[in-house]
């Protein structure tokens, strides 16, 4: 079973409400018919205390265990078998005056360049609290970069936005200028780091050079072998001429 505090009763009725009640006030967003990414709900679900050990073995176990299963999963997503009192996707026309989502940190330049776009999604996922795009957005970087839209910018520019249950709002698109946020931070460039240094080796080694002890070792050896081979010749050759001196 899963786990030894939860019962599959207060499972079942937990996942339930996740899936098939509030899913937005986890940060999930179903599609048409009521699927989300598996990986995605178990992150949501992960989140909140008392539910961090949850994984897809145990959803597998949960499905297995019981003859009337309430829960779906099929290719990668999860849905509620019950989803008639999930909220409907209804379009926004007096949207709150900002809104917020998250980015990756790799398509911030991008985003300022050219909108925001939807990614995983069918649409951007907007959040009326600024502390909810940021949980959605860590899901995807652990340090998202938070957007804030005017929604009457946008709608200037004919961007249509759709709420989706309390709080949550999703657009096919935010035009440039019509966000703010943090501006791109700049590069450092490693380049120019590595270049100083090898600066500053050249002009501490100005006007040196560089041994070569593996050659010199070897010279030297060299040098004094050959040398002492001269001297043993010269030593035999006085020997022979001092013997000579002596009468036989």
């Known amino acids: 079973m899963v786990g030894t505090k939860k019962t599959h009763k207060q499972t079942e009725a937990f996942l339930s409400y996740v899936l098939g009640r509030r899913p937005e006030e986890f940060g999930l967003i179903p599609d048409e018919e009521g ?13 909140e205390d008392g539910w961090r050990n949850l994984n897809t073995g145990m959803l597998n176990e949960l499905k297995m265990s019981t003859a009337d299963p309430f829960l779906e999963i099929k290719g990668g997503l999860i849905r509620a078998v019950k989803r008639e ?36 999604h069918k649409y951007v996922i907007l959040a009326e609290d600024e502390h909810m795009a940021v949980r959605i957005a860590k899901r995807r970087d652990p340090s998202p970069v938070i957007l804030a839209v005017n929604t009457a910018m946008a709608m200037d520019k004919d961007a249509m936005f759709y709420q989706k249950g309390e709080g949550i ?62 001297w043993k010749r010269d030593k035999k050759k006085i020997r022979r001429e001092r013997k000579k001196e002596w009468p036989e």
């Open 169 to 230: 709002y999703l657009a096919r698109y935010v035009d440039p200028g019509c966000f703010t946020g943090p501006p791109v931070p700049k590069e450092k460039k490693p380049s120019d780091r590595s270049k100083k240094k090898v600066e500053q080796i050249q002009e501490n080694t100005a006007g040196s050079f560089v041994v070569d002890v593996q050659n010199l070792e070897r010279h030297k050896g060299w040098g004094k072998n050959k040398k002492g081979q001269s």
């Open 35 to 47: 699927f989300v990414p598996t990986k995605e709900f178990l992150k949501a679900v992960n989140e």
């Open 85 to 120: 009192n999930l909220p409907e996707r209804v379009p926004a026309l007096d949207p709150p005056k900002v809104l917020f989502t998250g980015i990756t940190r790799k398509s911030h330049q991008v985003v300022l360049e050219k909108g925001i776009l939807p990614t995983r």
